[in-house]
Nanobody, 122 residues
């Protein structure tokens, strides 16, 4: 089993920044992919960013490219999402997930955190 715990969400004004963290424990494998997804009220869960544990490039949704940065600390088994230039449309619950293949579909991610709320005011 894998446990994922997100933190770092909160309320921020438009243009501000937040950094989300996701601490992983349990069975973590170097070949697994880590991703961030988000879900706004009344909308489907959508891909935000992903990164491989053992290397490889990061991949972003077009809506966050240039504003968000995903990174990892393999010693601490933690994945981060630095979010800059936040917009009201970024408001959502953000989820960390561990996947079995690099993909943008949540169907390929087997383990999920509980989510952390990000609210961006205008």
């Amino acid at each position: 089993q894998v446990q994922l715990v997100e933190s770092g969400g909160g309320l921020v004004q438009a243009g501000g920044s937040l950094r989300l963290s996701c601490a992983a424990s349990g069975r973590t494998f170097a070949s697994n992919v880590m991703g961030w997804f988000r879900q706004a009220p009344g909308k489907e869960r959508e891909f935000v960013a992903r990164i491989g544990w053992s290397g490889g490039t990061a991949y972003y949704a077009d809506s966050v490219k240039g504003r968000f940065t995903i990174s990892r600390d393999n010693i601490r088994n933690t994945v981060y999402l630095q979010m800059n230039s936040l917009k009201p449309e970024d408001t959502a619950v953000y989820y960390c997930a561990q996947g079995r293949r690099p993909d943008t579909s949540p169907n390929y991610y087997d383990y999920w955190g509980q989510g952390t709320q990000v609210t961006v005011s205008s």
